[in-house]
């Protein structure tokens, strides 16, 4: 008997991935048995890495879809998911679009409960939805669970009556989209948002942030856990948790359950709290990042908004061109794309959105080798100085949000210079007040005199100075020239005014612009020894191309324009016909490809980005 009762123990230790023992502070202390498993500490956490599928994935969808959808407004380029956050402020034209749905004199949850009489996703098909973004070349989808209004999509016993299950469309989004995900072969995650605007236990930016903790521990810990033993995501998107620290959200314990609970298939983002270090980088609508040792995708919608936006400009939204080739420029840097849709409320994905997903599926699968599983290559992308003429305006007085100050301009690591001239009109003492995100510089000239620096901002929200050249009159011919340099994320630049004690108001005058960036010309990516180059402008058969600054290629190897070969068919063998391409490396590395060789027609058919394929680049 004794015997059996210590091979049962031998067993159950085998058997068992780990314990969980309660320590005197109601953490769990994780007792190791096989030395796989991970401890709620940041050094255990980054010890265990991260999975290779996510490096090599390149492309998910991001999913915002739930009650905001009904309304689906927001500002011109504001985020249609934040509608609640706009209730709660009692922003004028939030109030206006939520009076067609409820009475806005009750209380703001009230109002916002009332959406779940509109939402009913009748033509929500998620089989649809799944070939959808397969056929687009996405190998993951993240679908936001529980938005930062708390609504989940799943049928969560910690919100019995505030789910897609007992109201809305009366169905569990969660479960059904995961299963129609996985049966396709792609891998399913989950945005979760950490805080909640609408619990009683803390509700997220009303009430103080340090005093979260009963949220944390009675609430949010249990939910994060149901979800996760349900449903196994292989990769996890944690949000709103800049207002506290990851010691406050418990993310330590959070992050190494989630890797016990699920595997070594897991990953997560950054988007832990203040203190976080760990989590594959987020950055969003940005020009990317240049990080290879930790994985990274920048999330963004199609335009400017995650949940749809019915008040959205048709500008908002890339071109076919414009996200093909910023995909590009991500990979090449070693990171990927997690590209949002915004569904309506009726479960259907707008054909604008459609229509942009098929244009990137029709080019990875024609280029796809040159992407999945790629790598950075010594050169990630070349570039040329450009600049352009930017419409004349009235006033300094931009914010561009997840914006270029014009369309086909870098959104990042871009300079402008203005001028303008006006005559004062009435005499006064003037005060200037600018702002500028990330910095700017100007310069004042009166009456012809010479001009003098009036102002310097660096990295400061915002610099107001007196007139320092004395007082102005009226009359007086006045010319302002400005630099502005814009690094990365937001970007901003006001200038204002007053005479005396009066209000700021922006100084008007006719105010000239141009906008000098970096235009990418070429990316290069590598994989099993092929190198990738990948042109943003069309080859021309009839002109060589010159690549110039190329390191050493071997003098084998051979090139191939993907998309021109043709299939054969001779005596009943079938193959492939590829049409190599003739090229030249000189002494000081510039390389010459030929595509006279080509097919006229063939090469008008390929668009948006042309990928040459060398093979054997640096031989064997």
Not at 37 to 47: A, L, Y
Not at 235 to 247: K, R, V
Not at 292 to 300: D, G, L, M, Q
Not at 381 to 401: G, H, M, S
Request: hydrophobic content about 35%.
């Amino acid at each position: 008997m004794k015997r059996l009762t210590l091979l049962f123990f031998a067993l159950s230790l085998t058997l068992s991935s780990f314990a969980q023992c309660p320590r005197s502070d109601g953490e769990p202390t994780i007792i190791d048995f096989t030395g796989k498993f991970v401890q709620p500490n940041w050094e255990s956490i980054n010890q265990r890495g991260y999975p290779q599928w996510f490096r090599d994935a390149k492309l998910g969808i991001f999913i915002h879809w739930g009650l905001y959808s009904v309304p689906a407004y927001a500002s011109k380029e504001g985020y249609g998911e934040w509608f609640y956050r706009g209730l709660m402020q009692r922003v004028p034209e939030r109030m206006r679009i939520m009076s067609l749905y409820a009475d806005t004199t009750k209380p703001t949850f009230e109002q916002y409960s009332e959406l779940t009489k509109y939402w009913h996703a009748e033509l929500w098909n998620p089989d649809d939805w799944a070939q959808m973004f397969k056929d687009a070349g996405a190998q993951y989808v993240v679908l936001v669970t529980k938005h930062h209004d708390g609504y989940c999509l799943w049928d969560s016993k910690f919100q019995p009556e505030w789910n897609s299950v007992v109201s809305g469309p009366k169905r569990n989004i969660v479960e059904e989209l995961t299963n129609s995900v996985r049966n396709k072969g792609m891998r399913m995650g989950f945005y979760y948002s950490l805080p909640e605007w609408t619990n009683p236990l803390h509700i997220w930016m009303q009430d103080p942030d340090d005093s979260i903790s009963d949220y944390v521990n009675d609430y949010m810990v249990p939910q994060f856990k149901e979800l996760v033993e349900r449903y196994k995501p292989d990769l996890l998107f944690s949000d709103g948790d800049w207002n506290n620290t990851a010691e406050q959200l418990r993310s330590p314990y959070l992050i190494s359950w989630y890797y016990n609970t699920v595997g070594k298939d897991a990953i997560v983002n950054n988007r832990w709290g203040n203190g976080t270090k760990h989590g594959f980088l987020t950055p969003e609508y940005s020009a990317g990042i240049a990080n290879t040792e930790v994985p990274w995708a920048e999330c963004r919608g199609l335009g400017r908004s995650f949940g749809l936006n019915r008040n959205e400009n048709l500008d908002n939204y890339m071109t076919d061109k414009e996200l093909i080739q910023h995909f590009v420029e991500l990979v090449a840097h070693g990171g990927g794309l997690t590209l949002n849709v915004g569904p309506y409320a009726d479960g259907t994905i707008p054909l604008i959105q459609q229509e942009r997903l098929r244009a990137l599926g029709n080019w990875l699968e024609i280029n796809g080798e040159a992407i999945y599983g790629t790598i950075p290559y010594d050169i990630p992308c070349q570039r040329e100085q450009t600049f352009a003429q930017l419409p004349p305006t009235k006033t300094i007085n931009f914010d561009w949000v997840r914006n270029a100050p014009m369309r086909g301009v870098s959104t990042d690591n871009f300079s402008i210079t203005w001028t303008g001239d006006f005559q004062v009109k009435e005499d006064g003492t003037y005060t200037f007040f600018a702002t500028a995100d990330d910095s700017m510089t100007i310069y004042l000239s009166v009456n012809g005199e010479p001009p003098f620096q009036l102002l310097n901002i660096d990295k400061n929200p915002s610099i107001k100075t007196n007139f320092a050249h004395g007082p102005l009159h009226k009359g007086d011919s006045v010319f302002i020239l400005i630099f502005y340099q814009e690094n990365e994320l937001e970007a901003s630049a006001s200038l204002l005014w007053r005479k005396d004690d009066e209000k700021f108001t922006p100084v008007e005058a006719n105010w000239d612009g141009q906008v000098f960036w970096e235009k990418t010309t070429r990316c290069f990516t590598t994989k099993n020894n092929n190198l990738y180059i990948i042109e943003f402008e069309r080859p021309d058969p009839h002109k060589p191309l010159v690549i110039k600054n190329m390191p050493k290629l071997n003098p084998k190897a051979e090139m191939i324009l993907l998309g021109t070969e043709e299939e054969m068919d001779f005596q009943g063998y079938k193959g492939v016909k590829y049409n190599m391409l003739k090229w030249k490396q000189d002494k000081k590395g510039s390389v010459t490809i030929d595509f006279s060789a080509i097919d006229s027609k063939k090469l008008n058919e390929l668009e948006n980005a042309w990928v040459i394929r060398v093979v054997d680049y640096k031989g064997k």
